[in-house]
C-alpha cells in the first residue's frame, strides 16, 4: 500500500512570495490533516479535512495560509505572502475514517520550507 | 492551554542502557499515542494508550497511561543506536474536539 506522498520536498524562498505544497493520501482515507512542524517542537495541526469539509482550521492564519481538499482526496496548501517564521516543515497526514481522534494518523516525509 | 510536556528534551546515553521519557499534562485525554520522527521523515505511530492505567510492550519498548489518564511514559529496555530519533507524544484532550496536539519531543541519541 502506497503511502502519504508530498510535495515537493523540499522549497526556498523569499519573504513575500507565494508557494504550495501537495499531498496525496492513502487511498480511501477520509480525514487529511495539515501540519506545521518548526524546529525543535512537535507538529502543531494547521487544518483537518473530512472528506472535502473542514473540521478544524482554528489555527491556521487565514490571512495567509488557505487549504482546499478538492473532491475530498489530494489537498494542497498555500502561503501568500511568506513570512520568515513559516519557516518549518509542512507534514500532511491521513487517517481512515470518522472516529479521527482513535484512528493512526499515517504522515508524509514533509516539506521542508525555508523563508530568506 | 491543553498542552503537552515531554522530558527530557534531550537524552544521549550508552547502547545498552535503559531510559524513561516522560509526557504530562493538566488535562485529561481520551487517547494518547507515542511516535518516532527520523530526520527528514514524518512520524510514525508506535501505540495507542486508551485506558488508564494501561501498560502496553512493543518487544523492548513499554508504554504506561497514568489512571488519571493526564500523562504517559516511555520504558526503553536495552537501548540500540536504532533507537535513535525524536520521540513524540500526543493527545486528544476531552474538551479539545477532534483535535490533536503533539508535545514537543524527546530527541534520544543511542551511541553504540
Known amino acids: 500500500e502506497a503511502g502519504v506522498a508530498q510535495s515537493p520536498r523540499y522549497k526556498i524562498i523569499e519573504k513575500r512570495q507565494s508557494v504550495a505544497f501537495w499531498c496525496n493520501p492513502i487511498?480511501?482515507?477520509?480525514?487529511l490533516y495539515w501540519y506545521q512542524q518548526i524546529l525543535g517542537q512537535g507538529p502543531k495541526l494547521l487544518i483537518q479535512?473530512?472528506?472535502?469539509?473542514?473540521?478544524?482550521d482554528s489555527q491556521l492564519p487565514k490571512d495567509r495560509f488557505s487549504a482546499e481538499r478538492l473532491k475530498g482526496v489530494d489537498s494542497t496548501l498555500k502561503i501568500q505572502p511568506a513570512k520568515l517564521e513559516d519557516s518549518a516543515v509542512y507534514l500532511c497526514?491521513?487517517?481512515?475514517?470518522?472516529?479521527?481522534?482513535?484512528?493512526?494518523?499515517?504522515f508524509g516525509p514533509g516539506t521542508r520550507l525555508l523563508v530568506l | 492551554t491543553q498542552l503537552l510536556e515531554q522530558s527530557p528534551q534531550f537524552l544521549s546515553i550508552q547502547e545498552g542502557e535503559n531510559l524513561t521519557v516522560y509526557c504530562n499534562s493538566s488535562?485529561?485525554?481520551?487517547?494518547l499515542q507515542w511516535y518516532r520522527q527520523e530526520p527528514g521523515e514524518g512520524p510514525v505511530l508506535l501505540v495507542t494508550v486508551v485506558t488508564g492505567g494501561e501498560v502496553k510492550k512493543l518487544k523492548r519498548l513499554t508504554f504506561q497511561f497514568g489512571d488519571a489518564r493526564k500523562d504517559s511514559s516511555l520504558h526503553i529496555t536495552a537501548a540500540q543506536p536504532g533507537d535513535t530519533g525524536l520521540y513524540l507524544c500526543?493527545?486528544?484532550?476531552?474538551?479539545?474536539?477532534?483535535?490533536?496536539?503533539f508535545g514537543a519531543g524527546t530527541r534520544l541519541f543511542v551511541k553504540a
Open positions: 488535562s485529561v485525554f481520551s487517547s
Open positions: 487511498s480511501g482515507h477520509a480525514t
Open positions: 497526514a491521513s487517517s481512515p475514517g470518522a472516529r479521527a481522534h482513535q484512528e493512526t494518523q499515517y
Open positions: 479535512f473530512q472528506n472535502n469539509g473542514v473540521v478544524d
Open positions: 500526543a493527545g486528544t484532550p476531552y474538551t479539545g474536539g477532534f483535535k490533536t496536539i
